[in-house]
């Protein structure tokens, strides 16, 4: 079973700064979704990557998909208290069991 | 009412209890989905419906059982519950069993004592 890596698994930062986070993979890829759990909901979709070195933006939110498509980041500008949650990347597994496969998770606090 | 609706959002139970989680979606998937959510973990997939029909059971013990009347309904009902399984259960949907995007419901807070 494929398995993801996500990094930093907790984050906290003052509001107006900025920050990335990862998602990595030994496995490529087929297709990546980044979901955001904010405190006390549930995942929320935010984007889907598919094509190798894609970028995909959401307002202040910047989701790169690596080349190789074995990695994937987010980025946020100018953090604001309400990107708190947790970042979630998800992928179909290619170990064949036709899964999905969760990171563990990124914790984002943005104090204000 | 849209989206994936999750009763109850809170509930503490004892080890001797039954009880039941509720999960509708208005959203006319045919894959629905329990998932559990516990701290420094993965999100662990427990069981899948397409088409109300069961097509996952991830080794779950048998104190968790599933039921999905229909479509738009799905339940899972607890007994005999260890403190383990505290945790955030999330009921999903989503248009097709894979590669769509789920939609979660609020999840239930569940506490075992």
């Known amino acids: 079973t494929q398995l993801l890596e996500q990094s930093p698994q907790f984050l906290s930062i003052q509001e107006g700064e900025n920050l990335t986070v990862y998602c990595n993979s030994s496995s490529v890829f087929s297709s990546l979704q980044w979901y955001r759990q904010e405190p006390g909901e549930g995942p929320v979709l935010l984007v889907t990557v598919v094509t190798g070195g894609e970028v995909k933006k959401l307002k202040r939110l910047t989701f790169q998909f690596g080349d190789a498509r074995k990695d994937s980041s987010l980025h946020i500008t100018a953090a604001q208290p309400g990107d708190t949650g947790l970042y979630l990347c998800?992928?179909?597994?290619?170990?064949?069991?036709?899964?999905?496969?969760f990171g563990k998770g990124t914790k984002l606090t943005v104090n204000p | 009412e849209t989206g994936v609706t999750q009763t109850p959002r809170h509930l503490v139970m004892g080890m001797t209890n039954k009880k039941s989680l509720k999960c509708e979606q208005h959203l006319g998937h045919n894959a629905m989905y329990w998932y559990k959510q516990s701290a420094k973990k993965p999100l662990e997939l427990m069981f899948v419906y397409s088409l109300e029909e069961r097509v996952e059971n991830n080794s779950v013990p048998s104190r968790f059982s599933p039921e999905c009347p229909n479509s738009s309904h799905l339940f899972l009902h607890l007994h005999t519950l260890q403190p383990e399984d505290s945790a955030l259960y999330l009921c999903?949907?989503?248009?097709?069993?894979?590669?769509?995007?789920?939609?979660f419901g609020n999840g239930t807070r569940l506490t075992v004592t």
């Open positions: 999903a949907s989503s248009q097709d069993r894979y590669n769509s995007p789920l939609h």
């Open positions: 998800v992928s179909l597994d290619q170990g064949g069991s036709e899964k999905l496969v």
